[in-house]
T-cell receptor, first 107, second 115 residues
Framework: GIQVEQSPPDLILQEGANSTLRCNFS?????LQWFHQNPWGQLINLFY???GTKQNGRLSATTVATERYSLLYISSSQTTDSGVYFC?????????FGQGTRLTINP | DTAVSQTPKYLVTQMGNDKSIKCEQN?????MYWYKQDSKKFLKIMFS???????INETVPNRFSPKSPDKAHLNLHINSLELGDSAVYFC??????????????FGPGTRLLVL
C-alpha cells in the first residue's frame, strides 16, 4: 500500500517564525489533503491539493505529484497554529495518513 | 450549521459492553467513512460506504459493524468492547465524482474510553 512520511516529527518555534512541513508519498495519488488537528482534537481541513500550489492567508501548500512530495508553509506563526499537522493521500479509495508533525509555537 | 456531526462526543464504558456511535452529514455527500485515531495520534481508515454500500473494510474485527440507513448517516456499532478499543473515532464524508475523489470533511470525533 501507499506509504506516507512526514518530516520533521516535531517542530518548536517562536511566535513570528516561518516553517515548512514536508510530506513524501510512495505512489501516484488522486488526492492529497493537509489537516490541522488543534489541541482540542478537531481535524480541520487546510488544503485539498493533489497538485500545484494554493494559498490561504498565512498558509500555502505545494504538491509536486511527479516527485511525490508536498510542502506546507506557515508564515508569521501564531500560538494558535500549534497542534499536529497531518498529510493524507488517497489511493484505492481511501485516505492514508502520515504520522503527523507536531508544531509548538511559543509566545 | 454542522457539516459532519457525531454523537456522543465522549463515551466511557466497561469492558464487554456494546455501544454505538452515530454520524450524520448534511453536505449531500455520497461517501462516508470511519477512522480510528490511537493513543499515538495515528489515524487509520476502518470503513467506507458509498450510497449505503460497503466499499472498504480494513480488516477491522467483526465486533465492529457499520450501518448506513441512508446516504446521510453512517453509524458504528461495537460489540464486546475491549480495552484496546479505547481511541478517538472520526466520521468523515466526501463527494466523489467518478474517479476523482473529493475533499474529505471530518466530524469532531468521539472519544471512547473502555475501562
Amino acid at each position: 500500500g501507499i506509504q506516507v512520511e512526514q518530516s520533521p516529527p516535531d517542530l518548536i518555534l517562536q511566535e513570528g517564525a516561518n516553517s515548512t512541513l514536508r510530506c513524501n508519498f510512495s505512489d501516484s495519488v488522486n488526492n492529497l489533503q493537509w489537516f490541522h488537528q488543534n489541541p482540542w482534537g478537531q481535524l480541520i481541513n487546510l488544503f485539498y491539493i493533489p497538485s500545484g500550489t494554493k494559498q490561504n492567508g498565512r498558509l500555502s501548500a505545494t504538491t509536486v505529484a511527479t516527485e511525490r512530495y508536498s510542502l506546507l508553509y506557515i508564515s508569521s506563526s501564531q500560538t494558535t497554529d500549534s497542534g499536529v499537522y497531518f498529510c493524507a493521500v488517497e489511493g484505492a479509495q481511501k485516505l492514508v495518513f502520515g504520522q503527523g508533525t507536531r508544531l509548538t509555537i511559543n509566545p | 450549521d454542522t457539516a459532519v456531526s457525531q454523537t456522543p462526543k465522549y463515551l466511557v464504558t466497561q469492558m464487554g459492553n456494546d455501544k454505538s456511535i452515530k454520524c450524520e452529514q448534511n453536505l449531500g455527500h455520497d461517501t462516508m467513512y470511519w477512522y480510528k485515531q490511537d493513543s499515538k495520534k495515528f489515524l487509520k481508515i476502518m470503513f467506507s460506504y458509498n450510497n449505503k454500500e460497503l466499499i472498504i473494510n480494513e480488516t477491522v474485527p467483526n465486533r465492529f459493524s457499520p450501518k448506513s440507513p441512508d446516504k446521510a448517516h453512517l453509524n458504528l456499532h461495537i460489540n464486546s468492547l475491549e480495552l484496546g478499543d479505547s481511541a478517538v473515532y472520526f466520521c468523515a464524508s466526501s463527494q466523489d465524482f467518478g474517479l476523482r475523489p473529493g475533499t474529505q470533511y471530518f466530524g469532531p470525533g468521539t472519544r471512547l474510553l473502555v475501562l
